[in-house]
Every structure is written in structure tokens, then in C-alpha cells.
């Protein structure tokens, strides 16, 4: 079956620091990749994308590239404003079965910049 | 244009009892999934709509949780007997898939489970 691990929170950084958040996967089939973002009292929005290796996919100053020979998929920004705080999920899914088998997510990342 | 709507934003309920909870789609977005959110975790796959038809249906814990979407819009999800392992936040969210492949998923603000 599909699995996402990603790193376990909560990483808290200040202002302007360097982010990295970790995201391996495992997947029946060709993935699609995912980072989803959740801020606070709002609902899950999606950050960015990339549907086949070596694809990079970037929004907000965030970045994650697609990397098939370590199955991963791993969020990076250079620097982070706390406005970035939120929680950040890693997904996957497999288009092989016209998205039937949904979205696979990860536990989540809190992040939490602090000025 | 409107996104995905989910009615009600909360619902507290007595274990035992019956639930129904609500979404709305992007309007034209053929597909329909149905997550459920626990506490500190990841949303989980329940079930899956193309059109009226639900193509996978493997997330369904058991068979007190069912889902409609009778005319390819509005789904609901029913939930029988609750018992308080179902709360959670339950989510919904819409694509577009067709032939050029799978859409990018909205979701929906969800709707908050708590059964006492």
C-alpha cells in the first residue's frame, strides 16, 4: 500500500532561518506528490506540487523536488516569516487508478517561526 | 466562484445516534472524496466519487458509515450508531478527474464530530 512518513513536530525556528521538512514515501504505482498546508482556523490549502521525478515544484518561496531514487519529497524554504506557521502535510497519490485511491497523507509538521 | 462547502461547521451528538453531514463541491467537479482527520494526524481516505458512483469505498472504517451522491453533486455522509472513536474532523474535498488524468483536490472547511 501507499505510506507518507514525514518529520514529527513541532519545529520551531526564528525568523529569516533556513526550513527543511522531511518527507519519504512509499507507493504502489507511479505517484503524484503533494505538500498541503493548514493554517491556523483555516482549511487545508495546497502548497505545491510535482507529478514525475526530477519535477520541482514551488509556490510561496517554498520548494520540494521529486525525487524517485530516494523516494522523497522534502519542503524547503529559505527564509521563513511567521507567517509561514502553520501545519504542513505530505501527500501522495496514485494516478494509476483515476484517483480512486485518494490522497495519502502524512502526520503532519507544526511549524512555528517565532519573530 | 464558491468552493467546497460542508454543513454543519460542528456537530455534537449522544453515542448512539444518527449523523448526517453535508458537502457541497466546486460546481462541474466531477470527483468527490470524503477524509476523515483525527487529532494530531494526517486525513484519511474513506471513500471516493466519479460522478453518482462510488468508485472506492475501501477507507469506510465499517458498515455504519455510508455515503451518497445521488445526482453527482451533493454528498452526504451518514454515520449510524455513532460511538465516540468517530470524532474527528471529517473533510471533503472535489476535482476534476478525467482522461487527461487526476485533478488537484479542494477541500472544504470540514465538519467537527464530537459524539459524548
Known amino acids: 500500500g501507499n505510506s507518507v512518513t514525514q518529520m514529527e513536530g513541532p519545529v520551531t525556528l526564528s525568523e529569516e532561518a533556513f526550513l527543511t521538512i522531511n518527507c519519504t514515501y512509499t507507493a504502489t504505482g507511479y505517484p503524484s506528490l503533494f505538500w498541503y498546508v493548514q493554517y491556523p482556523g483555516e482549511g487545508l490549502q495546497l502548497l505545491l506540487k510535482a507529478t514525475k521525478a526530477d519535477d520541482k515544484g514551488s509556490n510561496k518561496g517554498f520548494e520540494a523536488t521529486y525525487r524517485k531514487e530516494t523516494t522523497s519529497f522534502h519542503l524547503e524554504k529559505g527564509s521563513v516569516q511567521v507567517s509561514d506557521s502553520a501545519v504542513y502535510f505530505c501527500?501522495?497519490?496514485?494516478?494509476?487508478?483515476?484517483?480512486?485511491?485518494?490522497?495519502?497523507f502524512g502526520k503532519g509538521t507544526h511549524l512555528i517561526i517565532q519573530p | 466562484g464558491a468552493g467546497v462547502s460542508q454543513t454543519p461547521s460542528n456537530k455534537v451528538t449522544e453515542k448512539g445516534k444518527y449523523v448526517e453531514l453535508r458537502c457541497d463541491p466546486i460546481s462541474g467537479h466531477t470527483a468527490l472524496y470524503w477524509y476523515r482527520q483525527s487529532l494530531g494526524q494526517g486525513p484519511e481516505f474513506l471513500i471516493y466519487f466519479q460522478g453518482t458512483g462510488a468508485a472506492d469505498d475501501s477507507g469506510l472504517p465499517n458498515d455504519r458509515f455510508f455515503a451518497v451522491r445521488p445526482e453527482g453533486s451533493v454528498s452526504t455522509l451518514k454515520i449510524q450508531r455513532t460511538e465516540r472513536g468517530d470524532s474527528a474532523v471529517y473533510l471533503c474535498a472535489s476535482s476534476w478527474n478525467g482522461l487527461a488524468g487526476v485533478g488537484e483536490q479542494f477541500f472544504g472547511p470540514g465538519t467537527r464530530l464530537t459524539v459524548l
Open positions: 501527500a501522495l497519490i496514485t494516478a494509476a487508478g483515476g484517483g480512486a485511491d485518494g490522497l495519502t
